[in-house]
Structures are given as C-alpha cells and as structure tokens.
C-alpha cells in the first residue's frame, strides 16, 4: 500500500464507530498539533486515549478530504471533520478544519504535524473545503 492509500484509508474511518482504528498509528508515532487551544503532541497512548474518549462524545466522527498530496512516504491532508454528537444525534455538524502532514512507516501514520481551526457553518468557508480529487 502507498502512504497515500495508508492515509486515505485511515481517514476513511468513522472513529466513534471503528474499533481497531489505532491500528493505523504506528507504536513510535507523535503528532504535533497547533490547535486554535495552542500546541499539544501526543504519543501512541495518548492518541488512543483521545479515540476512546470520542467514541464516548460522539456518534459519529467523520472525516471529509478535499485534498490528499503525496510525496515518496509523507502525506499532506486537507479536511473537515464532521461529527454527529451525544445530545444531537439528529444533526452532523462540521467541527474542525484541518491540514495535517504524515510521515509513513511500516504501513502506518508515524509523524505527524496537524494545524486546525474550528468550524463555522458559512457556506463559502465550508464551501471551500469541498472534495477534490483525491
């Protein structure tokens, strides 16, 4: 499998429902994430604590890719994070924008580097972040 198929594969999973989602998160992995909260970087446990507890806040946690960009085993992505939440399930909501770049290893996400800002409901914003070919 390329890096581009690794992680289009992993995005391709709804987290709140995909129980062996980690396995796509190497042992060694760190990712670096500047949220509009500030820096965090989280190793292999701490990743799969924060899909644990999202499977607990959510019913769904989608991801939808408007751009997927490879260059030999790193992988730039561009999305949206759509979530279906506890308290209104009837309704998915857009979350999150991000563009996160992966480095792959032995079929899995090793490094990563993530930068995110909340979602708004503008439609040109939202808009923007529509699917491309990926």
């Known amino acids: 499998m390329t890096a581009k ?3 289009k594969t992993f995005y391709s999973l709804d987290l709140a429902k995909d ?8 042992k060694d992995c760190l990712l670096h994430w500047n ?3 500030g820096y965090m970087c989280s190793d292999y446990k701490m990743i799969k604590e924060r899909i644990e507890t999202l499977k607990k806040a959510f019913h769904s946690f989608n991801y939808k890719l408007s751009h997927l960009l490879e260059d030999n085993n ?3 992505a561009r999305y949206t994070i759509y979530v279906t939440s506890i308290e ?9 924008h991000f563009i996160s770049i992966w ?22 914003n939202l808009n923007s972040f529509s699917e491309i070919k990926v």
């Open 5 to 7: 198929e690794v992680v």
């Open 103 to 124: 480095e792959v290893k032995d079929g899995q996400l090793y490094r990563g580097h993530e930068i995110s800002q909340l979602a708004d409901e503008n439609s040109q």
């Open 19 to 26: 129980n062996e989602a980690i396995k796509h998160i190497h």
């Open 88 to 96: 209104k399930p009837e309704d998915e909501e857009p979350l999150a």
């Open 74 to 76: 790193t992988v730039t």
């Open 35 to 37: 949220s509009s909260k």
